[in-house]
């Protein structure tokens, strides 16, 4: 199992920057899939989560309304949209998959926050005012 983070970077205030997450080494719609961050002196947070089976999405308070999550099935990947970027969404983002595979419907709902045991490295995000 594989998972790796690419698109961080350094962007204005209001800014907007994409997130990837390739997947191997499972189907890739047999488990769910959440991003998490992580801010410099704070907890882990999760931030989204996807069920690739059903389209269904779930997001924190913190990033509803301007991170989309959407997933490119036939290439084993998962986006994250980052729009209207603020100074408190720098952080190092992380794609993982949850712990218990694909359930049904409304896994996201049923799971939030996701437990995560696969992670990748990470792809640093900074937002500069």
Not at 38 to 45: I, L, S, V
Not at 91 to 108: F, N, T
Request: charged share 20%.
């Amino acid at each position: 199992v594989q998972l790796v983070e690419s698109g961080g970077g350094s962007v204005q205030v209001g800014g907007s920057l994409r997130l990837t997450c390739a997947v191997s080494g499972y189907r890739f719609d047999s488990y769910a899939l959440s991003w998490f961050r992580q801010a410099p002196g704070k907890e882990r947070e999760g931030i989204s989560c996807i069920a690739m089976s059903e389209g269904e999405t779930r997001y924190s308070h913190s990033v509803k309304g301007r991170f989309t999550v959407s997933s490119y099935s036939s290439k084993n990947i998962v986006y994250l949209q980052m729009n209207d970027l603020k100074s408190d969404d720098k952080a190092v983002y992380y794609c993982a998959r949850p712990v218990s595979s694909y359930s049904g419907p409304y896994y996201c709902q049923k799971f939030w926050p996701v437990e995560a045991d696969r992670w990748g490295q990470g792809t640093q995000v900074t937002v500069a005012s």
